[in-house]
């Protein structure tokens, strides 16, 4: 794990808002919505049990970083690089992430990403595990190849959507209209498989 080790009680404030480079740090429980990040770039990075609540993300870099057990909800990105990020046990609830720089290459593994905006975005390679992604807008993005497995994807959106070699397996809830999206060897697990049937006029037995 990257090091030194930056807690709450001996972050320099100033210090931070007048640093533009991070490289090899672990943040741990810091209040970040207290701080501003802009023009920052972090590198190899690791932020454990912080809080981004609410806060906006401008002009930064943040590159082969790690969060774990962070509240991000309702975060903002601005015109910010996201380059193999990953996000463990993270809140990640009604993020817009086309605000985001493209392409944006992103991880998740255990996290709630609900209501969450992925529209028209290219996200392909891009690993999503064991996460709630109810109420997540995936309209007119490119999923093509991407791992989406063991979510739950109650209500999410799928109108228009390249869905080629998407692994769905394990996941449950999802509503996926094959007239509707553009399907291509997508993995699917049953019996939540049946429910592309639905969309059809036939009556099973």
Not at 17 to 25: A, R, S, V
Not at 42 to 47: A, I, N
Not at 120 to 131: K, M, P, R, W, Y
Not at 166 to 194: C, Q
Request: aromatic fraction near 12%.
């Amino acid at each position: 794990m990257p090091e030194p080790l930056v807690s709450d009680s001996v972050l320099d404030k100033k210090q931070f808002d007048d640093t533009e480079y991070f490289k090899e740090i672990v943040f741990e429980k810091i209040d970040f919505t207290k701080l501003l990040i802009n023009n920052k770039e972090f590198y190899k990075c690791t932020f454990v049990k912080c809080n981004f609540g609410n806060l906006q993300f401008s002009n930064s870099d943040f590159e082969n970083c790690v969060f774990e057990e962070c509240d991000l909800s309702l975060l903002r990105f601005n015109n910010t690089k996201l380059s193999d990020v990953e996000f463990k046990h993270c809140k990640l609830i009604g993020i817009d992430w086309t605000f985001a720089s493209k392409p944006l290459k992103v991880n998740f593994e255990s996290c709630l990403l609900n209501n969450s905006n992925f529209y028209a975005l290219t996200l392909g390679l891009i690993s999503v595990e064991d996460c709630s992604l109810q109420g997540v807008d995936f309209t007119k993005a490119n999923l093509n190849k991407a791992k989406i497995v063991k979510s739950d994807l109650l209500n999410a959106t799928f109108i228009d959507t390249i869905l080629t070699y998407t692994d769905f397996s394990g996941s449950v809830n999802y509503s996926i209209n094959p007239n509707l999206n553009k399907l291509k060897k997508t993995i699917f697990s049953l019996p939540e498989a049946l429910s592309l049937l639905s969309n059809f006029d036939i009556i099973l037995k």
